[in-house]
């Protein structure tokens, strides 16, 4: 659409203008604003709603004001975005850094800065771009290498001796950084200058990390404890040098503790998953490495003071509760008391007791001599020899009756075992023979009822085959019947249907001839089938010469099928 000027005053007469001036009267004057607004409609009404297709790049998440600003880019332009604030709540595809999206619009410019820019209303994923395609591929064989896996996480030192830092020396990462550190707790800090971006940014950094893990333990440059691979916020382009895997492999490979502080929060590169902490800044990953200082020594003074008072509370409490425990116990002579009374009573009573037990023990004694010098042991001994000697022929006389009683009893029994014996074995003998002579009997039986079974089956076949016999249309043919059948072999059972039949065969008892109805073709010679086949026999041949002997029939016969 042409631009329109917007109207100005008349121009004076041509008299009144100097020749010099008369060709720049003629062009329009233009404001900024003027010239701005009329690019701004011209651009309006010819494209009005869009539709772009790119990869969004510079996501940074909402403005504190709820807009949200980044770019759509390919290959060859990119474009500035914008979504507003109440459209942003509306969008079901939130913008992510790196995502190919079509973005529905209208394009305008912004007159602040001099650009045009298209005011999204609405987003639709289309894929992942190229960088986050390569990203994710990258990511992907790397985690099953096992670099990313937690188990190779190290724990960061809580106070370490120093601070190594991977970042550019010029930029606001560093200041931030020693800012940090100076305010939490100051250490001394070993800064590897690097470039962070552009050709040659990934191997600076991962030449850098592996230089401080080079240098020995105690050696003139002292060695980090933990180090801090950092770099301010930019596009996945800006940050793509910590994406590579040589940066990823020495962050994996070094023995340092490392931190990674890359982009701000909302930025996510190959090195944060490799590191054993990731910082969401770097001012954050300052504040992982160190404490703060203030609060150390406040805790470790609180914690000195809880001690003291703790310890000062408990030796006080000791002392009130020995102090209680010394009131409530008892002095010496009232414990020992009681204790030498008992003992005076003992004594007292030990002397009688002791008599008494002695008068005790010498009335049982002198019992007991008396009981033994009523029952002296000579006496019992002398007895017990006595009684041995009248009873010292009866156990070998009982021994020997009981050893013959128990041997005729033995004898007794081997005769009746011999008998059982011969009784059980003529049983055995007579049960054999009766089954010898069942068994007999029925293999006499079963050959009986086999020979009838046979003779039975045999009256029943030759029955069956004089039946088949008498059934059979051979045995018609034999009493002078003819079998027709047509050319394709099928009975021909009605006259009607030898008349519409090109040829005709006629089976006999003994053999076949061809045929043709009235009107037909000279039959074919006679074909011998079914008993005739093969070679002819005597009976045939003689069946032959009387068929050749035969008078031809009357002229007045002209056909087999006649009425």
């Not at 940090?180 to 962070?196: A, G, K, M, N, Y």
């Amino acid at each position: 659409m042409p631009l329109v000027p917007p109207p100005r005053p008349a121009a004076p007469p041509a008299a009144d203008i100097p020749p010099s001036s008369v060709l720049n009267a003629n062009q329009p004057e233009w404001s900024v604003g003027e010239l701005a607004g009329a690019l701004k409609r011209t651009l309006e009404d010819a494209f009005g709603h869009v539709r772009l297709r790119g990869e969004i790049s510079g996501y940074r998440g909402q403005h504190g004001s709820g807009h949200a600003y980044f770019s759509l880019k390919d290959g060859q332009a990119r474009i500035d975005a914008v979504v507003w604030k109440g459209v942003f709540g509306r969008l079901r595809q939130k913008p992510q850094e790196g995502l190919e999206v079509v973005a529905t619009g209208r394009i305008t410019t912004f007159a602040g800065k001099s650009s045009y820019q298209i005011v999204v209303e609405s987003l639709e994923p289309a894929g992942l771009g190229a960088w986050m395609a390569l990203l994710e591929e990258r990511k992907k064989q790397l985690a099953a290498e096992g670099l990313f896996a937690p188990e190779h996480k190290r724990a960061i030192p809580y106070l370490p001796r120093v601070v190594g830092v991977v970042t550019s020396p010029t930029g606001a990462v560093i200041r931030d950084i020693l800012h940090r550190l100076e305010d939490r707790f100051p250490r001394p800090v070993l800064v590897w200058p690097v470039r962070v971006q552009g050709d040659g940014a990934a191997e600076e950094v991962a030449a850098a990390i592996r230089g401080f893990n080079a240098l020995p333990a105690g050696g003139p440059i002292p060695r980090p404890d933990v180090l801090i691979v950092a770099r301010g916020g930019g596009s996945i382009e800006d940050l793509w040098a910590f994406n590579e895997e040589c940066v990823v492999r020495a962050a994996f490979a070094s023995a340092i503790p490392l931190i990674s502080a890359v982009g701000h929060e909302t930025d996510t590169t190959l090195i944060d998953h490799v590191s054993d902490r990731r910082a969401p800044t770097p001012t954050g990953a300052a504040e992982m490495a160190v404490p703060v200082r203030a609060d150390l020594i406040a805790a470790v003074a609180d914690f000195a003071a809880r001690g003291i008072g703790a310890v000062g509370r408990r030796i006080e409490r000791d002392r009130s509760d020995l102090r209680a425990l010394a009131r409530a116990l008892p002095s010496a002579d009232t414990v020992l008391a009681a204790k030498r009374q008992r003992l005076d009573l003992a004594e007292a009573r030990l002397a009688p007791a002791l008599a008494a037990g002695a008068s005790r023990h010498r009335a049982r004694l002198q019992l007991l001599l008396d009981r033994l010098a009523r029952r002296s042991p000579d006496v019992a001994l002398a007895n017990a020899r006595a009684r041995l000697a009248r009873i010292d022929h009866r156990p070998l006389q009982a021994l020997r009756n009981d050893v013959q009683r128990r041997g005729e009893a033995l004898v007794q029994l081997g005769r009746r075992l011999v008998v059982a014996r011969d009784a059980s074995l003529e049983r055995a003998r007579a049960l054999q023979g009766r089954r010898t002579d069942r068994l007999i009997a029925l293999s006499d039986r079963l050959a009986q009822a086999g020979a009838r079974g046979v003779e039975r089956r045999r009256d029943r076949l030759e029955g069956l085959a004089g039946l088949l016999g008498s059934l059979s249309y051979r045995a018609v043919l034999e009493r002078g019947y003819v079998l027709v059948r047509d050319a394709a072999g099928m009975p021909v059972r009605r006259a009607a249907d030898a008349a519409a039949a090109l040829r005709l065969s006629l089976q006999f008892a003994d053999g076949t001839v061809a045929a043709v109805p009235e009107g037909g073709s000279e039959p074919a010679a006679p074909a011998r089938t079914g008993r005739q086949v093969g070679p002819a026999s005597a009976s045939g041949r003689a069946a032959d010469k009387r068929a050749a002997a035969k008078p031809a029939p009357p002229a007045r016969q002209r056909s087999l099928f006649d009425a």
